[in-house]
């Protein structure tokens, strides 16, 4: 059974940092592409990052470039995003998703709270 | 970025009736490579998206086949052959054609 299980969220100061991670398990990791999707309270959904299979393309969607980043530990089938510089607009739950070409499996996602 | 209007943004249904959701797509989503990338979500009350159609038109492995997609280049329909309890909550498109990657806004299907 494929599982993506989120952690590291929380409430965070604007400005600050914060690291999210995502542990995947009953799937071959490192064949698949992975996503992070987010959504703001009561809002819909918007595409945050994608990394490939290998980690040696990413993408960001341009109001996280230069401040967010997406990385992958294939050898222990976890999926991260580190977050600068955190903006009040970021506040919404992450979810991490596997990306073959759609998004198939979505972790149950983490909160992210940006406020002082 | 490909804007995706969906249609209509709220819906109420009966158990067992036959309903369809819009999604209107600002550019064409067939991709040089022959497929066309456009996917239908779930997401029901407190739960996360779940995949219930990629690719316009083929279902996921274990959605009940009362789903249907149709539709090419930038319009696109997703059909419920008689609604059911469970198919409460709110409906997305997708586009993976182009990039970035885009939802549509969501259609909210109600239960009467």
């Known amino acids: 059974e494929v599982q993506l299980v989120e952690s590291g969220g929380g409430l965070v100061q604007p400005g600050r940092s914060m690291k999210l991670s995502c542990a995947a398990s009953?799937?071959?990791?490192?064949?698949?592409?992975m996503a992070w999707v987010r959504q703001a309270p009561t809002k819909g959904l918007e595409w945050v990052a994608t990394?490939?299979?290998?980690?040696?393309?990413?993408y960001y969607r341009d109001s996280v470039k230069g401040r967010f980043t997406i990385s992958r530990d294939n050898a222990k089938s976890t999926l991260y995003l580190q977050m600068n510089s955190l903006r009040s607009e970021d506040t919404a739950t992450y979810y991490c998703t596997r990306e073959p070409g759609y998004l198939d499996y979505w972790g149950q996602g983490v909160m992210v709270t940006v406020s002082s | 970025d490909v804007v995706l209007t969906q249609t209509p943004p709220t819906l109420s249904a009966t158990i067992g009736q036959s309903v369809s959701i819009s999604c209107r797509s600002s550019?064409?989503?067939?991709?040089?490579?022959?497929?066309?990338?456009l996917n239908w979500l779930l997401q029901r009350p407190g739960q996360s998206p779940q995949l219930l159609i990629y690719?316009?038109?083929n279902l996921e492995s274990g959605v009940p086949n009362r789903f249907s997609g149709s539709g090419s280049e930038t319009d696109f329909t997703l059909k419920i052959s008689g609604v059911e309890a469970e198919d409460l909550g709110v409906y997305y498109c997708?586009?993976?054609?182009?990039?970035?990657?885009?939802f549509g806004s969501g259609t909210k299907l109600e239960i009467k």
């Open positions: 990394i490939s299979y290998d980690g040696s393309s990413t």
């Open positions: 997708m586009q993976a054609t182009h990039a970035p990657l885009t």
């Open positions: 690719s316009v038109s």
């Open positions: 550019q064409s989503l067939l991709d040089s490579d022959g497929d066309t990338y």
């Open positions: 009953g799937f071959t990791f490192s064949n698949y592409g």
